[in-house]
């Protein structure tokens, strides 16, 4: 059974910082493309950021891009997100995703492509 868990989530003042953490349990991710999305009330779930597969392929939204870094720790099965500079715009719940079964080998912004999600985790950004 595949497991992914998100944590590191809270409340932040207006440029201000934090970084998720997603633990993997299951399978060992080294080889999977992960994501992370966002949902904001009222909004549909948008890609954020992607990660692919061992080597140093990344993918950015355009409104995240220079001020979220997406990273993992393949010897604990952790995926990262930082976040820097957070406006009220990244106010959302926050999730990872893995690609289990599709097995692309480039990082995607389809949300159809990943197959397990995490149960998401909370990011209110005051102004």
């Known amino acids: 059974q595949v497991q992914l868990v998100e944590s590191g989530g809270g409340l932040v003042q207006a440029g201000g910082s934090l970084k998720l953490s997603c633990a993997g349990a299951?399978?060992?991710?080294?080889?999977?493309?992960m994501g992370w999305f966002r949902q904001a009330p009222g909004k549909e779930r948008e890609f954020v950021a992607g990660d692919c597969c061992g080597g140093d392929s990344t993918l950015y939204a355009d409104s995240v891009k220079g001020r979220f870094t997406i990273s993992r720790d393949d010897a604990n099965n952790i995926l990262y997100l930082q976040m820097h500079n957070l406006t009220p715009e990244d106010t959302a719940v926050y999730y990872c995703?893995?690609?289990?079964?599709?097995?692309?080998?480039?990082?995607?912004?389809?949300?159809?492509?990943?197959?397990?999600w995490g149960q998401g985790t909370q990011v209110t950004v005051s102004s």
């Open positions: 995703a893995a690609d289990v079964n599709y097995g692309i080998r480039e990082p995607t912004s389809e949300g159809r492509i990943y197959d397990y």
């Open positions: 299951g399978r060992a991710f080294s080889r999977y493309a």
